[in-house]
């Protein structure tokens, strides 16, 4: 496990005690690059998506982010974020935030 956690692929739940990691088959920053290439490609720039159409829309099949988990593509819209290329703003429930790429 502790390869996974070093090549970034991995991370303790627990950091502490390191009994549970979970494995990620892609990492934050191969996700958010890979978010905003579909943004662009797909015409989303300046546009707004929801965080339920990120995960489970129509326009994402076979994408790598597909179906990942909430918290790995929340993390990876942080990271755009961080870049200045997008901006996240809540809705009433959270698969309704909204996504508005730069």
Excluded at 30 to 40: H, I
Aim: charged residues 30%; proline residues 2%.
């Amino acid at each position: 496990m502790a390869d996974f956690v070093k090549s970034g692929h991995g991370e303790w739940e627990d950091p502490v005690v390191k009994t549970r990691c979970r494995i990620l088959w892609r990492r934050p920053e191969q996700l958010a690059s890979d978010v905003y290439d579909w943004a662009e490609a797909n015409g989303m720039v300046n546009r707004v998506c929801t965080l339920y159409e990120l995960h489970s829309g129509e326009d994402i099949n076979g994408m790598s982010f597909e179906g990942a988990d909430e918290e790995l593509l929340r993390r990876a819209i942080g990271i755009l974020e961080e870049q200045g290329k997008c901006r996240l703003f809540q809705g009433e429930t959270s698969s309704e935030d909204g996504i508005k790429f730069f």
